[in-house]
């Protein structure tokens, strides 16, 4: 298989720029592989990396993942450009402790986008036995070629203006049907359509004609309308 000079170039960079990461010097964490998109570090046994019951600590095993992740990413980028390296995001779920043994995380690239790369990262024992497993977001943008994205600034809208009504009243027109009208409580009621009617005489509420049109392709709304008007003489009946 030939192997692509510049991905060595960029695998050695990352090798190169992890052996002058101090942290990692000081706990012994040691790289066991590295290739393009992958990395597998080893962090040995030591007293100092316990808890008080005498398991691997969760900061520690945290770190080795995040230092695993770190150094995959550095495999698909230009270290010599100007590049805001960070990791963002780490999130770990712990599924059982680590005791009296030296413990490895690897890590693998899921998806490598414009700014941002996105690793899976796991750490187990010699006996790849699970300890924790978690995912990891790393920064990798050039500001110095492309302007940041920044927050959208919200646009206020212009201050609402008072509805009028049309001027006159709006009836609708078309065919009547004989439906009946009922009064009750001062209201004249057709079907299910209220309107209110002042008078106290039943002369006075009469029906208006169904809204109903013969060249509207629309279904009419349910029911009629009834008001009030003096003007006019209406049925005695038609308001009970």
Known sequence: MTTNPGTSRAVERARARF?????AEWPG??????????????????PEHLNARGVLQGGASASLLAMAGTLAAWTGVDLDADLELSCVDLSVQYLTAAADEDVVAEARVLRR????VVLDVALRPRDDRPICQGLLSYQTSDYAKRQPRVWAQPSLLPVLTTL???SGHRLFTGSSASLPCTRAQGVCVCTCRVRPCNSTSAASCMRVPSPRSSTSRRSPPRGRWCRAETGRAARPSACR
């Open 164 to 166: 009028t009504p049309p």
């Open 19 to 23: 052996a002058r990461v101090g942290f």
């Open 29 to 46: 964490v040691s790289i066991a592989d590295v290739k393009q998109d992958r990395a597998v570090v080893v962090l040995p046994h030591r």
């Open 113 to 116: 986008g414009r700014g941002l």
